[in-house]
């Protein structure tokens, strides 16, 4: 090996080397905003299919259109209930379905029992299928706009009200709001 080549060796692992961190930090940069881009993605998705009950820009100003109840149709919302993994409340419909004409208000309740030794703070999650049903199903007073906070053995009814919108398609005729309760204590 000629003393030529052995110079060039040095630089040249040299230079792979510097290539090889800037990459590692490029890719690493991207990865770090991909991860803060991840939120308002999903947001965006979840808007465009009505996944995890996310319709509306804003839920809490659902603007009623004059009451025009249409009472030739009889639409079935039911409702379910679901835990994430790990929360141990107990948490059901009041009833497991109700039968509105659109354009009427809905109002069922879901109760909630905390029967741990400590305080617990719950998060529901809604979600509508027929996903095409999303944007017509309104709930103008729902517990998922909030949190709920349960003391040890505490149970508490609460309120859904709902309409569905007498826009709704006609094929349409049975509608599921279901709620998947988290538990949330960790984060408040």
């Known amino acids: ?103 009427e208000p809905g109002l069922l309740n879901f109760v909630a029992k905390n029967p741990t030794d400590k305080r617990m703070v719950g998060q529901a999650i809604p979600s509508v299928t027929p996903f095409e049903a999303t944007n017509f199903l309104h709930k103008v007073e729902c517990f998922c706009f909030t949190t709920q906070t349960l003391e040890p053995g505490e149970e508490k009814v609460m309120p859904l009200r709902i309409i569905v919108d007498q826009e709704l398609p006609k094929h349409i005729k049975k509608l599921t709001l279901s709620y998947t309760l988290f538990d949330v204590t960790h984060m408040n």
């Open 1 to 103: 090996m000629s003393e030529q080549d052995r110079e060039e060796k040095p630089e040249a692992i040299e230079r792979s080397t510097r290539r090889t961190v800037i990459r590692s930090i490029l890719v690493a940069c991207g990865m770090f905003a991909f991860g803060f881009a991840m939120v308002p993605l999903y947001n965006v998705f979840c808007q465009v299919t009505g996944l995890n009950g996310k319709t509306d820009p804003d839920p809490y100003m659902y603007k009623a259109a004059e009451a025009k109840v249409d009472t030739s149709r009889d639409i079935k919302v039911q409702f379910v209930a679901t835990k994430n993994a790990g929360m141990s409340w107990d948490f059901s419909p009041s009833t497991p379905q109700v039968t509105v004409h659109p354009g």
